[in-house]
Structures are given as C-alpha cells and as structure tokens.
C-alpha cells in the first residue's frame, strides 16, 4: 500500500474529478491524502480520504457570493503563483510523504512546491486543455501569475504528468495546437445511466454555475418564463447561489437549492445549462441533449457549448437570449430526434469510458518510474 496525495480547492467541478481517481485508488488499497482547504474535509474525509488543511488557501472565498471581476482575477493569480502556497505545500508533501501528488490545474504554483519536496507530480486539468494553455495562461490571471514569476503554461509542463479529464475529440487542443509536450487525455470522469427516451410530458433539467456569475437571476428569470410557455416540466437548480431577487415561477416549473442530478437525469428529455465541464458532460453520460447559454466569457463555457454544438448534441444561445429566443431552441431540441439520437450515442460510449481509473494508473506508474509513458493515441 503506498499513498498518493492530492492538493485541491473548493471550486466546484475542479473537485468532482480528484474525487472520482482518489476512489480508485483507495479500492486498489492505496491511502489518498488530500491537502485543501479546511470547508472541504468533510466532503473528503466522507468520501474515505485523508485530509490536511492548507492554511495559505484559506484567502479562497466562497463561490457561491457575489465578487468583482477584479477580485476573481487576483485570487486566481494568488492562487496560481502564491509563494506562501508554495512553500505551505512543500512543508505538509515531506510530512505526508507521498508516492505521487495529484495537483489541480488551478495551483501551477503547487508543482513547484512538489518539486521542492521531490515528489513526482501529475497536474489534473478538469476541463478542455485548450482553456487553460490559450485562454488562462494568456488572459488576465496568466499575465498576474507571471507577473508574480510564475508561467503557469511552462510550469504544467513542468510536472511529470498531465492528465485532462474530458474527450480528446470534444477538446480543440487535440487537434489544433501545436504542443512540444502532449497531455494525456483520460476521458470524462463523470458517470450516468442508460435509459429509454423519455415519455409523457417532456422533463427539462435546468442548472446554470453554482459559482455566483453576474447577471445570472435574470437568465434564470428569461429560462423559467420560457418554459411556462410550453407544454413541458421544468426543474431548476440553483446550486446554492441565492438569487439576488424573487424569481416569478409558473405552474409547471419547481425551483430548488439543491438536486442530485444523477437522480433526475435519467428521466429528463432535456438539460439547459452555463456549459461547465462537469454538468455538461454529465448531461452527455446520460445520453441527455442539452442548451448552452454560457455565463462568463473568460471562462471555458463559451468553448464547451460550441463544442457541444459542433458534436451535433445541442445548441448554444448567448445568456442574454430572450424568454422567445429560448423557447425557440427548447422546442426544436424536443423535436430534433437527430440531436437525441447523437446524444445517446455519446453517453453510451462515454459510460463504457473509465476515465478515473486511466488517470489512477497514471499516477501509480509515475510513482514507480517518476514519469508517465505517453499513450500511442488519446482516448478515443
């Protein structure tokens, strides 16, 4: 038995991931360590892991509050270049004494930490590789981050692995940037069950960021008032982000904080989400089609809804769309069987995937030889 540490923050689908590959680890009998922030214990030590908190990560506020674009853009810097993370990090890797350390994409800085510690390293990036080398690494968090010397893209490339949980063929990475040191795509680690299509009147899924987005209440807003409109059922999920105002429910459409959507999934016809990676592609192991109205454009939303789009598994609308323009879109994914039949067809293939096991033979294989073996091919 040997352990395998990970270094994590709360920021929403970034956790889903680790926790996926540290439960393969501990069925193999391995112990999996986790260092993050003290509100993630729980959530951990429930799941079977060890946990240590990181003291330096506390300055990470809740998600779920509203905060200026300002604010995120300097806490995701601190938190990719902060040298007190660094140096925290480095201190608790020589106590926990790993064979591996599995280190969120967010925390490029973490890397070096583990360096410092001579643990070999693998940097878990949780949603399309694309995002992160084009479009943080080379946005305002990027320029911050090297600001405070760190270059997040050249120090991913320093760790001894990088394993993306997504579909190499959903990723533009894969097929359109030239990369001196290639990922290793793993697949989606997210799961869902097969079902027949739906009968009866039509079940639409409803959950946009369960990270605070600016205007988001009034996308909630324009989503509910179209699907009061039309002979369907509604459930929207809120995710804990309280709107900043009361909301003018119809009949047919129920509102709640908190769903488990494995539980609803199954019998939905359809899911309207923000186009984050761990509910959009939960969506799509469900064999679900969905409609993208992403929330923030400097985050991977825009990028996961037209890949959804090009895939022939949905539409994208801009979050500004109007109540008509939304009804518009929700009635032609109902009717579209060509749509639905592609839907299926990638959840089949995505649930026969075991991502999170690919990605925890990665990390026992770097354990033992310090680097992982590039794949002949990406996943599919």
Known sequence: MSTIAIVTVAAGGNVPPAISIGRELIADGHRVHVLGQEDQRVRF??????????????????????????????????????????????????????????????????????????????????????????????????????????????TWESADAQLVTSESDFDPAARDLDLSRRPIWVGATTSGTASAPPSGTPLVLVSLSSTWMPGQTDTYQRIITALGGLPVRGLVTLGGVAPDRVLTVPANVEVRDFARHDEIMPTASLVVGHGGHATTFTALAHGKPLLILPMHPLMDQPMVGASVVDAGVGLMLKRTATSDEITSAVERLLADTAIAQSARAIGNRLRETRAARAAADRLLELGSTGRAEQPQQANH
């Not at 060890?50 to 990560?57: D, G, I, K, R, Y």
């Not at 350390?101 to 800085?109: F, G, K, N, Q, S």
């Open 45 to 154: 030590e429930t799941a079977g892991f060890e946990f240590t908190p990181v003291a330096s990560l506390e300055f990470w506020g809740d998600r779920r509050t509203k905060s200026s674009v300002l604010e995120t853009v300097r806490h995701a810097a601190r938190l990719a270049a902060g040298r007190d993370l660094r140096q925290e990090v480095a201190e608790k890797l020589a106590l926990v004494a790993p064979r591996a350390v599995l280190i969120d994409a967010l925390m490029p800085i973490a890397v070096l930490a583990a360096q410092d510690a001579g643990v070999p390293s693998a940097v878990l990036f949780h949603t399309y590789y694309k995002y992160w080398v084009s479009n943080l690494h080379a946005g305002p968090v990027g320029w911050l981050a090297r600001a405070r010397g760190v270059n997040m893209r050249r």
